[in-house]
Nanobody, 124 residues
């Protein structure tokens, strides 16, 4: 079992920055992918960015590429999402997720472990 706890959400004006953190605990030794997803009211959950733990390969949604950066501190078992040049449409609940499978990438159905979420609100 893997436990994930997000932090770092908040309110920011458009053009600003936030950094989300996700602390992982439990049986993290078999974790292969970690990712950030987001869900806005009335919309489906969408993948934002993922990282392949073993070699650090990253994948980004087109909507955030060039503005967001996913990273992981393996020593601290913590995942980060640096979000720059935030836009109103980035407003959502952001979730951290972990997978022990292959090619999990940005498909939420590939991730069995989820945090409780942290709210990001961007005002225009």
């Amino acid at each position: 079992q893997v436990r994930l706890v997000e932090s770092g959400g908040g309110s920011v004006q458009a053009g600003g920055s936030l950094r989300l953190s996700c602390a992982a605990s439990g049986d993290t030794s078999r974790t292969s992918y970690m990712a950030w997803f987001r869900q806005a009211p009335g919309k489906e959950r969408e993948g934002v960015a993922s990282i392949y733990i073993l070699i650090g390969n990253t994948v980004y949604a087109d909507s955030v590429r060039g503005r967001f950066t996913i990273s992981r501190d393996n020593a601290k078992n913590t995942l980060y999402l640096q979000m720059n040049v935030l836009k109103f449409e980035d407003t959502a609940m952001y979730y951290c997720a972990a997978s022990t499978g292959y090619f999990s990438l940005l498909d939420p159905y590939n991730y069995p472990y989820w945090g409780q979420g942290t709210q990001v609100t961007v005002s225009s």
